[in-house]
């Protein structure tokens, strides 16, 4: 079982960026599809970015297009979300996520980092 733990959450002002990561033990990532989701108060989690083994397919919500950025390195079990022109409304909880096969129905979940974008 893979275990995740990200980082580089925090407060930021609108506008301004964050780095997340995500760093995976327990097994390598090679054979995963990782992706970023987040949970807004209130609100359900939505899948905001994923990228496929190879780094060949990914996939963005619509509201981050443009403004975020995943990538992964398999040699050091890491995948990173680059968070650019950020709102306030980008504020939620975000979790690492890693997906063997299930369609993101049955992902292994991390922790999750708190990022707050004030006004």
């Known amino acids: 079982q893979v275990q995740l733990v990200e980082s580089g959450g925090g407060l930021v002002q609108a506008g301004g960026s964050l780095r997340l990561s995500c760093a995976a033990s327990?097994?390598?990532?090679?054979?995963?599809?990782m992706g970023w989701f987040r949970q807004a108060p209130g609100k359900g989690r939505e899948r905001v970015a994923s990228?496929?083994?190879?780094?060949?397919?990914?996939y963005y919500a619509d509201s981050v297009k443009g403004r975020f950025t995943i990538s992964r390195d398999n040699a050091k079990n890491t995948v990173d979300l680059q968070m650019n022109s950020l709102k306030p409304d980008d504020t939620a909880l975000y979790y690492c996520?890693?997906?063997?096969?299930?369609?993101?129905?049955?992902?292994?979940w991390g922790q999750g980092t708190q990022v707050t974008v004030s006004s």
């Open positions: 996520a890693a997906d063997r096969g299930t369609g993101w129905s049955s992902p292994t």
């Open positions: 990228i496929g083994f190879s780094s060949s397919n990914t």
């Open positions: 327990g097994r390598s990532l090679r054979s995963y599809a």
